[in-house]
């Protein structure tokens, strides 16, 4: 089992976070894992991204040239990595702010309206974690009460108060994908 | 067995020093290595010791040199513009015997060059990058767990050779996370001379400590030069590292360090795919080079063909090609600017060479 | 209000790619306004700092030399000995100029050679992403001060203009901001002389900005400003403090 991610979308979006999220999960369920990010002026205004492996194999290169799953929050990302996933990888698409579809018929798209969940559940920052549940509920890389636990470490006392929203975001981005 | 803990490369650097027993580190931000010393900026006052933002690499790095003959265990670090402006300050502190760590965390050059990862400083770093006959010790971790044990025994490789060594590193390496477990791997017992030599203030109780690289008599300098060869011959000897990866009975061997040996490892497994055996020889010291571990490749019979793969324009396949002596043909691949290789295209190049496919 | 909205001759069209509220983009234009003035666009060669500034080329149009981090007077002291009667300026960052470049920029001052600095001090290193520059003030928050600015380890921030006035070959010597229209309006009159001391052979000058980076201050643009002149004026007093190479202070 390998999925080698790429999560993208604007400086801000919280793209680092969730890369980090995964790969922590990953770490504590026993999996080799790794996390490189895009660096630099380019994550002012310009896209951030970061390279997420998870896998029970040995990790070599930590770079992912061609993703197994794209997390996508914004249309230039979109427009950057489509043409980069591997063939039948799964792509979650922010709906809320992409306005176009996936153009490849051999990838599968998941269409999630993150900024319009986050918004409604009163803070459009857990955006990110909206798409994380949908991509967690159809990975099924860690269960989610260690992806909780996870969460709340990295937050940490300082931001505690942002546990429960986080977990709401966590749990209705997997319920969009639970069938 | 020790907690695992998700780290940035950059960070673990910061706390690798201080596990070493590193109290004093001077340095200037540049990318892509920042984190260091935001990093140690914090840690360090904890640890009760001394952080100082430098007003230039310049001064950073006669800082260390002034700490360094003071006696400390002292570190600085920093990305290829930077090393490359340490450069004096490296010749005195290597021609002055000083022990201290010095880690580059490569970026894309020449120039001003980019942020990206780079291995474009081999040359600078191996073959001596300012004036005279010196070496320094070139440890090449590949990952975050190495770069943590390397750095701890770098330390230790300074102190007990009085030189300074580097830790070659690259922005992957520097800004990556994973996970490792915080504690220095079970360290090679080695003797730690005492630094009686340090400028501590003299009481009559001892000779005057001078730190000094000025002979103006050619005998004496020459004399001086003698003293430090004899040194690296010993190091040459006694401090060679490297990891071999199913070299025997391989096709071809990939020569790789740092990132690139990481890179290495998924072209082995994608070539296996296709019925190619790839070995891999990982030097781990680039200074001291594992020149007989390369030379011993040359007697192998089932080797067609010997690669260096390289973040730079082909500078670690000169050494290579020194070990091999002509025994194996030598292929190089390499992409610059700080983009990274990936292994499709190593393995197409290899499949080019071989003529398979 | 031309200032805001006609682009200048000496500047290209190519959109600034400074953060929101970052005031690098507006000193860049009133240089090119004053360039524009002056009709010496055809005359003058630009040397480009290591700093958020290091692409200044892409928007001064104007033959331009990128120079290694803070050596940027030594650079323009090459090219302006190469072309005495061209007008050469650097443009430098708080980083670049007073950090790592500080011998630099006090050895071309004292040389009185025949070059004009434009200053950002904007108390921090944009570019590396908010760490402690000379200018930072005491009690200031950067990631290499998590727990603000110490002198008793970090020192005391420095007044470069106050400095480089002291030294006999500065002939103009400023220090201006960019918080409020007003503001804005005096520092274009102190560009315009500065390379006017320039053009009439009198020796150094250097016009200190006080500026903001709302990005590694960790604020929005409006409070920035605000800052700036809470904070930074007090401690970097406006005003010239040489002209035509006569120490007078004038605020
Ligand atoms: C020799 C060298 N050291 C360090 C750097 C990294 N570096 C790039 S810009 C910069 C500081 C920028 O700060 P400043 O001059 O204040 O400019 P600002 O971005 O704030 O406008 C540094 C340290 C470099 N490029 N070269
Ligand atoms: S980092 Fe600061 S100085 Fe640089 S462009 Fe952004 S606001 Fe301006
Ligand atoms: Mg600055």
Request: hydrophobic residues 40%.
């Amino acid at each position: 089992m390998t999925h080698e991610v790429i999560m993208a979308g604007f400086g801000g979006q919280g793209v680092m976070s969730i890369g980090q999220l995964l790969t922590h999960a990953g770490m504590e369920v026993g999996l080799n894992v790794s996390w490189y990010p895009s660096y630099g002026p380019e994550m002012r205004g310009g896209t951030a991204f970061c390279h997420v492996i998870v896998s029970d194999e040995f990790i070599g290169s930590p770079l992912v040239t061609s993703p197994t799953d794209l997390i996508i929050m914004n249309r230039p990302s979109l427009d950057k990595f489509e043409q980069t996933a591997a063939s039948g990888a799964s792509v979650f698409v922010n709906s809320s702010l992409i306005d176009r579809e996936v153009k490849r018929d051999d990838i599968k798209a998941y269409y999630i309206p993150a900024n319009d969940i986050a918004n409604r559940l009163g803070n459009v920052r857990v955006a990110n974690m909206v798409m994380f549940g949908a991509f967690l509920a159809c990975t099924g890389i860690a269960p989610v009460d260690v992806v909780e636990l996870c969460f709340k470490e990295m937050l940490g006392p300082s931001k505690a108060h942002m546990i429960d929203v986080n977990r709401k975001a966590l749990r209705e981005g997997m319920k969009l994908v639970d069938k | 067995m020790a907690q695992k803990v998700l780290i940035k490369g950059n960070e673990a650097i910061g706390e690798a020093a201080i596990m070493a027993g590193c109290r004093h580190f001077f340095g200037y931000p540049i990318t892509p290595q920042n984190e260091v010393a935001e990093y140690i900026s914090k840690r360090m006052p904890e640890a009760g010791g001394c952080f100082l933002q430098a007003e230039s690499e310049l001064a950073a790095i006669n800082m260390v040199y002034g700490a360094a003959g003071a006696g400390a265990r002292v570190m600085t670090s920093s990305s290829s513009p930077g090393i490359s402006l340490m450069q004096e300050g490296i010749s005195y502190i290597a021609a002055s015997e000083l022990p201290c760590l010095i880690v580059n965390v490569m970026r894309g050059g020449p120039g001003l060059g980019g942020i990206q990862p780079s291995q474009a400083d081999y040359f600078q770093a191996t073959k001596g990058g300012g004036h005279g006959d010196y070496r320094l010790v070139v440890l090449a971790p590949s990952t975050i767990q190495e770069m943590i044990d390397l750095i701890v025994e770098g330390f230790d490789i300074a102190d007990q050779y009085r030189n300074p060594v580097m830790i070659l590193a690259d922005g992957m390496l520097g800004q990556m996370m994973e996970p490792v477990v915080l504690e220095p791997k079970k360290r090679i017992e080695r003797q730690l001379p005492a630094k009686d030599w340090a400028t501590t203030g003299c009481d009559g109780s001892r000779p005057r400590n001078v730190i000094n690289s000025l002979f103006m008599i050619p005998e004496q300098l020459e004399q001086r030069n003698l003293i430090l060869i004899d040194k690296y011959k010993r190091i040459e000897q006694n401090e060679v590292q490297y990891q071999s990866i199913d070299i025997e009975g391989s096709d071809v061997v990939l020569v790789a360090y740092g990132t690139m040996a990481r890179i290495a490892r998924t072209v082995a497994k994608k070539a296996k795919e296709l019925g190619i055996s790839v070995g891999i020889l990982r030097p781990i010291t680039l200074w001291p080079f594992p020149y007989d571990a390369v030379a011993a490749i040359g007697d192998m019979p089932n080797v067609k063909a010997v690669f260096s793969i390289e973040m730079s324009a082909g500078q670690m396949v000169e050494d290579i090609k020194l070990g091999i002596n002509g025994k194996k043909p030598v292929y190089f691949y390499g992409r610059t600017g700080g983009m990274i290789p990936s292994p499709n295209e190593i393995l197409d190049y290899i499949c080019d060479v071989l003529e398979v496919r | 209000m031309s200032i805001i909205f006609e682009r200048p001759r000496s500047l290209t069209d190519k959109p600034f790619h400074y953060c929101p509220g970052c005031t690098h983009g507006l000193v860049h234009r009133l240089v090119a306004e004053v360039i524009d003035e002056l009709d010496i666009q055809a005359n003058t060669i630009g040397v480009e700092p290591v700093g958020c500034a290091v692409s200044a080329h892409d928007y001064f149009d104007i033959d331009m030399q990128e120079a290694a981090h803070g050596r940027a007077p030594a650079v323009a002291t090459g090219i302006k000995r190469v072309w005495p009667d061209k007008v050469v300026f650097t443009y430098q960052g708080d980083g670049d100029l007073a950090s790592i470049g500080m011998a630099e920029i006090v050895h071309a001052a004292a040389r009185g050679e025949r070059i004009t600095t434009i200053f950002i001090n904007n108390a921090i290193f944009g570019m590396t992403g908010g760490q402690m520059a000379p200018t930072s003030l005491l009690g200031q928050v950067t990631t290499t001060s998590p727990h603000g600015r110490d002198a008793g380890s970090a020192g005391y921030p420095i007044r470069v203009s106050e400095l480089l006035a002291t030294l006999q070959g500065a002939a103009y010597v400023a220090r201006v901001s960019v918080h409020d229209v007003k503001n804005i309006a005096r520092a274009k009159r102190s560009i315009k002389k500065a390379f006017t001391t320039q053009i009439e052979d009198k020796g150094f000058s250097i016009v200190e900005v006080l500026s903001t980076c709302p990005i590694n201050w960790g604020m929005t643009p409006a409070d920035s400003l605000k800052w700036l002149q809470d904070n930074m004026i007090p401690y970097y007093p406006l005003g010239e403090l040489k002209v035509d190479g006569e120490g007078v202070i004038n605020r």
